[in-house]
């Protein structure tokens, strides 16, 4: 969610990479992009799946714009110290009372159990990252592990930076872009994705809108959801958690392979509605309205 744009934008920028890279666009899966507005969907996912009671949701969404408002300082002023703590009281107020609630709560899926770590056995990847013939071939020579600590905190200023700001000038250039979600993980949930990619700024917000959401398909069974307009599209993976290619790999390879073909995911082409629906529950602008979405 910040690295995938961040770099796709220096390469669209920089006139040395445009002579060697044919760039046509992004896709981002499961990603934490504009956590201003993420952090906002904690508790209505986590209470749409049970993970945390009624009035434990009322209290977050109660604080929520305090959360909202720090992060959002982070972006305009950018001090390190500040972007800190504000990540901080964000994950203190919209994250750890599910966690309370949910003791062993698997934040990747939440219909498992966290085993591990970092919840999953990567155990054949670090074997195979630490081949020397792997390594050679990379050009590395320091031990891979799955989670350097030390770079976590060195990171912690930019956790709270947003990083959709690029991705309008590339949908202008004519770039496509993906956003895609796992509707069973919690910590970059669809819910906070779509959010935020409603209330992107751009040429074709309006028609973006009123955009239906279209049936996905794969071998003829119900693989998720996918809205598109212009080039950008949102695609909801069914039953799949942060992890789209482990959780569904038959699924994830039709969406990636059928998004670098340039082809449609649904059976036809995203339509916009006649008339503009009485009530889209995701699109709210400018700000999260948190309090909205839940009554």
């Known amino acids: 969610g910040h690295y995938v744009p961040a770099v796709a934008y220096q390469i669209f920028k920089s006139k040395m990479l445009k002579d060697k890279v044919d760039f ?4 981002i899966g499961n990603g934490l ?3 201003s507005i993420q952090y906002g969907a904690y508790p209505i996912f986590a209470r749409e799946h049970d993970l945390i009671s009624e009035e434990t949701k009322d209290r977050m969404v109660a604080i929520a714009p305090v959360c909202q408002y720090a992060l959002e300082a982070c972006d305009e002023y950018d001090v390190a110290f500040e972007c800190t703590l504000a990540v901080m009281f964000c994950q203190a107020t919209m ?3 599910i966690m309370l609630e949910s003791p062993g709560l698997n934040v990747y899926d939440y219909r498992k ?4 770590e970092m919840c999953y056995d990567f155990s054949l990847a670090e074997e195979y990252l630490n081949r020397p013939d792997v390594q050679k071939a990379l050009g590395v020579s320091k031990a891979w592990e799955q989670c350097d600590m030390s770079v976590h905190e ?3 200023s930019d956790w709270g930076h947003r990083f959709d700001t690029a991705i309008p000038e590339l949908l202008e250039a004519g770039k496509r872009v993906m956003i895609y979600a796992g ?5 970059c949930n669809e ?7 409603d209330q992107m700024e751009w040429s074709g917000s309006k028609s973006w809108a009123v955009a239906k959401d279209q049936p996905w398909e794969v071998d003829e069974e119900q693989a998720g959801t996918v809205r598109t307009f212009g080039g950008l599209s949102f695609v909801s993976v069914a039953d799949a958690g942060h992890m789209v290619p482990m959780d569904k790999p038959k699924q994830g390879l039709h969406m990636i392979k059928a998004f670098l073909d340039g082809r449609e995911l649904a059976a036809s082409e995203t339509e916009a509605a006649k008339e503009m629906p009485t009530r889209n ?3 709210v602008h400018p700000r999260v309205n948190f309090r909205q979405m839940t009554e």
């Not at 819910?191 to 990619?197: C, K, Y």
């Open 95 to 97: 994250f750890s009372p």
């Open 33 to 35: 992009t504009v956590p």
């Open 154 to 156: 060195d990171m912690m």
């Open 24 to 27: 046509k666009g992004l896709a």
């Open 191 to 197: 819910i906070g994705n779509r959010w935020w990619v």
């Open 281 to 283: 529950e995701f699109f």
């Open 183 to 187: 509707d069973k993980d919690v910590i």
């Open 113 to 116: 159990q966290c085993e591990g």
